[in-house]
């Protein structure tokens, strides 16, 4: 298999958004009043780890893509016949040695990736279960591919708004989870309030790419939004995924923690965060517009400029996550 068509098939647009992802988990429990190291260093140890966790998730980004690829081809003869596998570049036996060799080297590694007080490689390998929970998420966020992609483990990918959900949990919820957990405990409130944020964009958001697809994905049977709905009926249904996360930020450094009421939810710099929540909220509003003035051109067009919006959401949301937990 050559760079270029490997390269290609990993699609290294879509891995920035899981990179940033762990990086500002990480960044936010660093900053967090639930950091267990209560001199708050950062040290080379913390580092490596995050660096690793990083790697991982842009890894198994690259061999989900690969794998939906695989179980795409009949679809992307139709949609994309310049694609590697399609246009036959690559073999089949080839694509699968890459994927499940990708996913191994995504999955494994992050059994290392345990927080303080574990310093050292050989503590981190030898610590307990319990505190090997990025490698369970990391697993989990495996599975759901598996689930999303494959017929047999359900190809959610053809049924609606089950698909939506088999995106938006591994790549919204749990991925800001699993950075988290890289640097802090999971049992509190915030690191899942962060996360459902993300999720519930994606839940909406992530059929922006479904629409310049219909074709072949009516003739693959793939049920999406746009097939079931019509463009303009599944845009109004993923309008609240673009505006109603985001005022969960303002919301969330204003409430009190129920398992600690004296801090808010969100210990972030309440400033930043209601800045950025609104900010974002507006946003998304514009995005809307820009799809609702003329639905079908969605389906015509094959990067819509709603796509390119949908991922520098997620990325500025990220970057402004992690300055919030900074300053």
Known sequence: MKLRDLESMARPFTLLPPLLGILSGAICAFGSVHNPDPSHRLTWTILLTVVLGSACASLMNAASN??????????????KPERALPAGRVSLKEVWIVTIGGYLLALLPTWLVVPYPYA???????????????????????LFT????????????????????TIAVPRGTLLKVAGWSMVAPIWSAEPWWIGSIFGLFL?????????????GDARGGCRTLPIIYGPRRAIQLMA????????????????????????????????????????????????????????????????????????????????????????
Request: some cysteine.
């Open 66 to 79: 690969i794998l939906n690829q695989i179980a795409d081809l009949e679809i992307d003869r139709i949609n």
């Open 120 to 142: 050292t490689w050989q503590a981190k390998l030898h610590a307990p279960l319990a505190a090997h929970i990025c490698f369970f998420i990391y697993l989990a966020g495996m």
């Open 146 to 165: 598996l689930i999303y992609s494959l017929p047999a483990f359900g190809r959610t990918k053809c049924l609606g708004w089950l698909a939506n959900l």
């Open 203 to 215: 839940l909406g958001a992530s059929s922006t790419k479904d629409f310049s697809d219909m074709d």
């Open 240 to 327: 609240p995924s673009f505006i109603l996360p985001w005022l969960l930020m303002p919301l969330g450094a204003l409430l009190p923690d129920p398992g600690n009421p004296a801090h808010t939810i969100l210990t972030g710099n309440p400033a930043v965060l209601v800045i950025l929540g609104v900010l974002l909220t507006f946003w998304g509003l514009g995005t809307i517009r820009l799809m609702a003035r003329d639905p079908h051109a969605l389906a015509t067009v094959e990067n819509h400029p709603s796509w390119t919006h949908m991922y520098l959401m997620m990325m500025t949301a990220q970057i402004g996550f992690a300055i919030a937990y900074l300053v």
